[in-house]
Structure formats: structure tokens, C-alpha cells
């Protein structure tokens, strides 16, 4: 199985450059159905996920040239059902149902797959899709969706906020007939991307970032060139790459206002935090951190996705925290594994998170669960005493590109084995 090998005690110091957004990247890949004309898509990480898009893409007809940038040819599509062995590896593969049925009036979509880090289920994405006219049949493994006319734009009402039901009733307003509503929208800066991909092509849509959104639909999309904003949770984990090793780190390309909370959180660690247009600084003076609450929330809270890294923060400040998560209901399958090299954690109700920071961490064999926890434990590898062995590393080329050769550049020795 392949793993990394990690060798401790580095500080971090150095440049990173920042990659595409995986979280707006793959939805937009899918929102290409929606047009009989070529796209081409800029700053797309080299990830698995991203790879699996693009099969699945190729799968239904879609001619696909990958070179630095994508460029998609949708005009070839025809199946409106995608191969289960590919839908089922990624969570975000869900974002086919509304454009292939916008597109065909009909498509079937096996059950997605993803990070197993909670129960993720799809009853929203369905019930904004019935709302707009569609019909639903759930069989066991699947779902089936039909349209007889074109869907008719409406009101929805959101009951919780979730950035892949918003992609979805988005991706299927954009060209229903009349005005739909969404209200109670998730804000992520992923979704105002895609807003903007979509206005790119043609459509009409105001409001994205705010918790009301306004899709006018128009009766066809054009063609058009997008460039994929930067990655803010990849972002996160640099920063805190810096944090825990005492480090400075400074991340380019990368967009500081959409890291608000996260910067408040590392500034009240300690560090020194600097940003300007398109980059942020992080140095922590030689000094080790203080330890954070934190409260994971839908966007502008605190993000979920960073909740692992924090985790690795607090474990070697100074003082005891509390982290609450509050979206998914299994996300700490990184706290095992951290305890095991010396972290001084315990969960309580399933949803918080104490630590009492050590000093140091020590090496240990530990295992990646998920794609969060991958990178948090190769981060905590890079300051722990001794080499320590991460597996399952396959994790963490689903959503971090170059990770391990970003590190290096910064101070870090990971080396990939290969070995059986
Ligand atoms: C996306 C991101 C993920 C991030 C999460 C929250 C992608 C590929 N994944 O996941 O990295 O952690 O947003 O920022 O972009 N829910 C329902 N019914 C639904 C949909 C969601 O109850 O139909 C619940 C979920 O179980 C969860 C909450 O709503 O408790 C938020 O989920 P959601 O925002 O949809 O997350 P994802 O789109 O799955």
C-alpha cells in the first residue's frame, strides 16, 4: 500500500503556491452539460477527483482535452446515465443529476460516494429538483429523474444550508422558465463562483454569496472561458503548516478574503499574520502557539474542512480547547490517530473536541481515513520526533495537489513509498 514517509522536527518556512479550488472546480466541470458549446476552464487542480470528473465526462460523450487548461466540448453528450463505479467514488458526482435531466429530460445517478464523514444525504438536492418540476424515483441503488416540459422557476426555501443542494437547484434554475428564489443559500465563495462561471455562459444569476439567491432563466447557454478561484481550505492548511512547526510560511495566489474566520483564529494563536491582494504571510516568530476554540459553521463561519488541521493545532499549543463541529456528524476520525502520536484528546457527545496541548508529538504508524485527516497527520508527521509512516495516502490525492513536493519546498522530507 502506498504511505509516506515523514521525517519530524522541521520548521516550515518558504513560499506555496496556491491551486485551483477542488470544491469549485468539479461542479463547474458538471455545469458544462448544461451547454452545446465549448468551455474552457483555467487553474483546475491535478487531483483524482478531478480525474474522475473528467472520465465520467468522457463516459456520457463529452470530448475532453486536458492540457494546462480543460477545455470541454459538450455538444456530444448523449447518456444521460453514468457508469456507478465512477459516480460512486466521489461526493460530487451528484452534480450530474440537474444538468443531464435540464439537458435530456431524464437522467439516472447512482448514489454518490466521497468522504465517509457523516450520514451526507441528498434530500435537499431532490426536493429543490421536485420543486421545479421534476419527478423523482429512488430505486435502490439510484435515482431516477424526469421532466416532461421544461422546469418552472420558483421559490425554495432551504430548511438547512448546504452548499451541494445549492449547486444543484442552481445548476437546474439556470434554464427553467422564470424566476427562482433560493433562500436561506449556502454563502461559500465556491457558489459565487459558479454563479459567475454560469453568468459567463449566459445566464442569469444575482445575489450568489448572499443567503438569497435570484436565478432569472435564460433558454440556452453559450460557450466561455472560466478561471477557477483559489483554494481557501488548501489555504487553511498551509497556514497552520506554519503554526504548528513555528514556521513562516507565505501562500500566493491565494484569495485572503475568503479566509476571514481562519485568519482571526490563527492571529489569536499567535502568529503574525499579513495579507495584500492575493497573498497571506504567516509567522510565528519561532514561538509556539496558543490553542483556539473553535465552532465549524456554513460560510462565513469557520469551515468544516479545516476542523482536522485545527485539531493538529491545538494538540501542541499551549493551554486547553474546545473545537464543535457542528455539520457532519462523523469528522474526527483524525482524533485516534493523533492520540496515537502523543496528543493529549478526547471527544465528548460526538461533536467537541478537547484538547490539552503537549509539548511534542512522536512518530507512529497512522492511517489516513479521509481526506482532511491525510493531509493533518502528514503535517503532524513533519513536527513530530522520529519518521513517521502515513497510509492510505490515497485519501489525499483526491483534493491536494503536489502536497507532499509543496512541503518539501517549504522544509519538509516526505518521501512516498511504494512498497507492497
Ligand atoms: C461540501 C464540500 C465539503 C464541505 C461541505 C461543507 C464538495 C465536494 N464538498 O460538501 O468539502 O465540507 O460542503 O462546507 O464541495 N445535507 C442534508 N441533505 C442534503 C444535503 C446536505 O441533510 O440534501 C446536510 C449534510 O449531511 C450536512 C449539511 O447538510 O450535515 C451540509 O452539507 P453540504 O453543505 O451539502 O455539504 P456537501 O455539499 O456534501
Redesign the pocket.
Known amino acids: 500500500m502506498n504511505q509516506f514517509c515523514v521525517e519530524g522536527n522541521k520548521k516550515l518556512n518558504g513560499n506555496v503556491i496556491i491551486s485551483g479550488s ?3 472546480a ?2 463547474i466541470l458538471f455545469m458544462s452539460i448544461l451547454t452545446n458549446h465549448k468551455v474552457k476552464i483555467s487553474n483546475v487542480p491535478k487531483l483524482t ?1 478531478i480525474d474522475l470528473a473528467i472520465q465520467l465526462l468522457k463516459y456520457i460523450g463529452a470530448e475532453i482535452k486536458h492540457q494546462k487548461c480543460i477545455l470541454i466540448d459538450p455538444k456530444p453528450i448523449k447518456l444521460i446515465c453514468p457508469p456507478q463505479n465512477l459516480i460512486s467514488k ?3 458526482s ?1 452534480w450530474m443529476l440537474a444538468p443531464l435531466l435540464t439537458r435530456f429530460n431524464q437522467a439516472k445517478i447512482f448514489f454518490p460516494g ?2 465517509q ?11 429543490g429538483l421536485k420543486k421545479l418540476g421534476a419527478t423523482i424515483r429512488i430505486k435502490k441503488n439510484s435515482i431516477q429523474a424526469f421532466i416532461t416540459k421544461r422546469m418552472k422557476g420558483t421559490h425554495i426555501l432551504m430548511e ?8 444543484t437547484i442552481i445548476s437546474a434554475a439556470v434554464l427553467a422558465e422564470g424566476l427562482t428564489v433560493i433562500e436561506n443559500a ?1 454563502r ?1 465563495p ?1 457558489i459565487v463562483d459558479i454563479a459567475k462561471f454560469l453568468n459567463t455562459l449566459g445566464a442569469n444569476i444575482t445575489g450568489a454569496g448572499n443567503k438569497k439567491i435570484f436565478i432569472k432563466g435564460v433558454s440556452k447557454l453559450n460557450g466561455g472561458k472560466h478561471k477557477v478561484i483559489p483554494d481557501r ?1 488548501e489555504t487553511g492548511t498551509f497556514l497552520v503548516a506554519a503554526a504548528i512547526s513555528k514556521g513562516r510560511v507565505i501562500c500566493k495566489k491565494t484569495e485572503p478574503k475568503h479566509l476571514k474566520q481562519v485568519l482571526k483564529k490563527l492571529s489569536d494563536s499567535g502568529a503574525i499574520i499579513k495579507f495584500g491582494k492575493n497573498w497571506i504571510s504567516l509567522d510565528m516568530r519561532g514561538k509556539r502557539p496558543h490553542s483556539v476554540d473553535i465552532s465549524t459553521a ?2 462565513p463561519g469557520f ?3 479545516l476542523l482536522a488541521q485545527f485539531t493538529l493545532l491545538n494538540s501542541i499549543s499551549k493551554g486547553k480547547s474546545k473545537i464543535t463541529e457542528t ?3 462523523n469528522r474526527f476520525m483524525h482524533v485516534p490517530q493523533l492520540i496515537k502520536m502523543g496528543a493529549n484528546i478526547t471527544t465528548t457527545q460526538e461533536k467537541n473536541i478537547i484538547c490539552c496541548g503537549v509539548p511534542k508529538l512522536f512518530s507512529k504508524n497512522v492511517f489516513s481515513t479521509d ?1 482532511r485527516t491525510s493531509a493533518t497527520l502528514i503535517l503532524a508527521g513533519c513536527i513530530a520526533e522520529g519518521i513517521t509512516q502515513v497510509h492510505k495516502i490515497f485519501h489525499l490525492f483526491r ?1 491536494y495537489e503536489y502536497f507532499s513536493k509543496k512541503l518539501n519546498l517549504i522544509g519538509a522530507n516526505i518521501k512516498r513509498n511504494n512498497k507492497k
Not at 441528498?122 to 426536493?127: T, V
Not at 438547512?160 to 449547486?167: F, N, W
Open positions: 477542488k470544491n469549485a468539479l461542479p477527483d466521489i461526493r460530487g451528484i466521497g468522504c464523514i457523516g450520514k451526507r444525504p441528498i434530500d435537499l438536492h431532490l426536493k438547512k444550508i448546504s452548499v451541494g443542494a445549492t449547486v449556502a461559500e465556491e481550505i456554513a460560510y469551515p468544516t474542512d455539520i457532519f456528524e481526506l483534493g
